[in-house]
């Protein structure tokens, strides 16, 4: 994996594309040049942005749960909104860490502005996968159905708008997961203590 800082680095221009690179050359030169491939990329790098996209559609469905009176419904949701942020967060934590410079090849056309010059891990891979494990939990969905549905489009997404490098996306994914199974995991015993007090009653 590079470390390569944020400090102003020499001219790549003469520079053949190595590694990771050629990767993401291949997939833009493959796909971005598709119909509707870059505004649907761009579409969802708004909605991942900050994890705020995601923390609004656990609102939302916290909301409509706890209308309809299903408290459980509306604590997982809750608990969508805030895995979303939380992974989110940690991204934003290991990037600082990291400090891995994001792609900056004359060859990689860059399609969206970020919001620092970090990369590693992609916080929208992140962020992305804690909030489909979540929400599709909460709205009672097969546990493969809303990751399949959501995951590896955002993942591709970030390659084609030349933003992360496809290792970035891969770790961004699996701290995601991490994050969405530390929270299941944080209910479930919450749950197991809160049954003898209510056995108790």
């Given amino acids: 994996m590079s470390t390569e800082s944020t400090d102003p680095m020499i001219d790549d ?17 493959a796909l971005a040049g598709r119909p509707g491939v870059l505004p649907a990329a761009r579409g969802l790098s708004h909605l991942g942005e900050h994890a705020l996209g995601w923390m609004g559609l656990a609102a939302a469905g916290a909301l409509v749960a706890a209308r309809a009176g299903d408290d459980e419904r ?27 410079r994001r792609p900056h090849h ?25 909030a489909a494990v979540l929400l ?44 969405a199974g530390a929270v299941i995991a944080a209910d479930k015993l919450y749950i197991d203590r ?4 209510a056995s108790n009653k």
């Fill in 194 to 197: 809160l049954a003898p007090s």
């Fill in 136 to 179: 599709g939990r909460a709205a009672g969905l097969p546990p493969a159905a809303l990751p399949a549905a959501l995951v590896a489009p955002m993942l591709l997404s970030r390659l084609v708008l030349g933003v992360h490098y496809p290792s970035d996306v891969a770790a961004g994914a699996l701290i995601g997961a991490a994050s």
């Fill in 74 to 100: 509306k604590r997982k949701y809750i608990e969508a909104g805030v895995g979303a942020f939380g992974a989110h967060a940690a991204s934003v934590v290991i990037k600082r860490i990291v400090r891995r």
């Fill in 13 to 29: 221009a003469d520079r053949a594309p190595r590694g990771e690179e050629l990767i993401l050359i291949g997939v833009q030169a």
């Fill in 106 to 130: 004359p060859q990689i056309t860059v399609g969206v502005s970020t919001p620092s010059k970090l990369s590693f891990p992609s916080s929208h891979a992140t962020s992305t996968t804690a």
